[in-house]
């Protein structure tokens, strides 16, 4: 199996499945010598989170940039979106912290 294969596992999104899924990519990684994973980044699904994490409890998941910008945008009105991304693109495009937390928006 390749690493590409990995990322491709599963179309069903139930715990159970990708707890299987997990075991199998488990067993794969281990081949590429991997010892740990660092970082898991998703779309924010909880089941498969704490899936994740009972799998690789030192990993910390991350969601998609897209997933939270379009969960932030759900929140504000429809006259207010253009402006509100723009101001969002800034903050998350900066290339630091302060940077970030002192932008126009």
Same mark, same amino acid.
């Given at each position: ?21 997990? $075991?199998?990519?488990? $067993?794969? /990684? ?17 089941? +498969?989170?704490?899936? +994740?994490? $009972? ?35 800034? /903050? ?14």
């Amino acid at each position: 199996m390749s690493p590409r294969e990995i990322a491709s596992l599963g179309t069903n999104e139930s715990s159970y499945v990708w707890e299987e899924n997990l $075991r199998t990519i488990n $067993r794969t /990684i281990k081949s590429y010598s991997v010892e740990e994973i660092l970082l898991g980044v998703m779309d924010g699904l909880t089941s +498969f989170s704490k899936v +994740f994490n $009972r799998a690789y409890p030192k990993t910390d998941i991350q969601s998609y940039i897209v997933y939270k910008v379009h969960y932030s945008l759900k929140s504000i009105r429809k006259k207010d979106i253009s402006e509100f991304a723009t101001d969002l693109k800034e /903050i998350y495009e900066s290339p630091s912290l302060d940077l970030a937390k002192n932008s126009s928006g």
